[in-house]
């Protein structure tokens, strides 16, 4: 998991935890006696991309450190219904203390992979990347976006401090694209790779004008999309351009042989089911 950073996991991992336990579990506590050893193991509900595996051992190893788990398939990896993803034994009230946390995140971060992943293969032969947005989980970016990497998407900007992208509402307070487009060029030089968000024809010439790097396309029918990147590969062959939109994986490969670079999809983070996944526990 080498795109993620250790500390901030370790980090985000005991705010989940603290979130979860609270003062402590007290059903656990009612009713395990302390040192009672069991194990535990991940079973997966239904067909899926795995992703969050590492998320999860670090769940049970910031309960005691001890803990790790022993596992069966890999992050990105296409398993089967009914197959053991990991398996683990120590303290049974650190697994079931950390059970929730664990599955809450497994489940979300490999359905985030299994949606991206057929966004993927809807577009496979395009040359269009899929990549995400920054319609995250508050205190979730990272492993979110990690899921997308997983799933063989991209990333785009990780924050606001990523990259310059002009939007529809920058343009409105700006007075224009032209003007938005020429304060940001005035201000950072030519070593800044400049997006802006383009809505029509005349938009698009003027980003254009004053040399725009990327352009962006919203929300828009394929047969507008294409049109717009036929004109803009005439002005500026090598100008990328990314589509944006919640298309379905059904509905993307027409968007894709539009022509754009890249295709965006909030839907990756902000709209992907959770996975069927549980953890069986009993006495070791």
Sequence with gaps: MNWLDEGALYSSIGTFLREDLGRGDITSQTIIERNTRAKARFVAGERMIVA?????????????????LEAFASDGEEIETGKIIARTTG?????????????????????????????????????????????????????????????????????????????????????????????AREKLGQFHRIEVQVLNERELRDALKHEANTLLMTDMIVEEVARLISIARELSPAVIIEYSGDPTPEEVRAYAEAGPDLISIGALTNSARAMKLGLQIQLA
Excluded: C
């Design 52 to 68: 969050g595996l590492e998320a999860a051992e670090e769940v049970f190893m910031t309960l005691d450190p001890e803990q790790q």
């Design 91 to 183: 303290f049974a009230d650190v697994l079931l203390a950390g059970e929730r946390v664990a599955l809450n995140l497994l489940q979300r971060l490999s359905g985030i992979a299994t949606l991206t992943n057929q966004f993927v293969r809807a577009v496979e032969g395009t040359g269009v990347k899929i990549v995400d947005t920054r319609k995250t989980t508050p205190g979730m970016r990272m492993l979110e976006k990690y899921a997308v990497l997983v799933g063989g998407g991209a990333s785009h900007r990780f924050g606001l401090d990523d990259g310059v992208v002009i939007s529809s509402n920058h343009i409105a307070v700006a007075g224009g694209v032209g003007a938005a487009v020429a304060r």
